[in-house]
């Protein structure tokens, strides 16, 4: 069974880091675009940064922009988001998805969403 499980979030300072990672089981992440996206208490979900498997580009939403930073790892069938310079309106459930063909800004393109990880930044 295809699925995705994301890790690595918890509570950080304003201005620190974490690495969420987006494991995948069940299939191979490579050949595929994934995205991250997340959700905020009483907010939509809201796209985040995506990598193209066809030559590794790389897309950002302006919010994260220069603080974030999307990688993938083949060999661990694993994508990873980098969050360097948090800040408090970067609270939210990071969710990880497979995209239905090609990097999208919207959730109905993409499929095998992963369970979600916390994201708390706060002082």
């Known amino acids: 069974q295809a699925q995705l499980v994301e890790s690595g979030g918890g509570l950080v300072q304003p201005g620190g880091s974490l690495r969420l990672s987006c494991a995948a089981s069940g299939f191979t992440l490579d050949g595929y675009d994934i995205g991250w996206f997340r959700q905020a208490p009483g907010k939509e979900r809201e796209w985040v940064s995506c990598?193209?498997?066809?030559?590794?580009?790389?897309l950002y939403a302006d919010s994260v922009n220069g603080r974030f930073t999307i990688s993938r790892e083949n060999a661990m069938n694993t994508v990873y988001l980098q969050m360097n310079s948090l800040k408090p309106e970067d609270t939210a459930v990071y969710y990880c998805?497979?995209?239905?063909?090609?990097?999208?800004?919207?959730?109905?393109?993409?499929?095998?969403w992963g369970q979600g990880t916390q994201v708390t930044v706060s002082s």
């Open positions: 990598i193209r498997s066809s030559n590794g580009d790389t």
């Open positions: 998805a497979v995209a239905i063909g090609h990097c999208s800004y919207y959730p109905d393109r993409f499929r095998t």
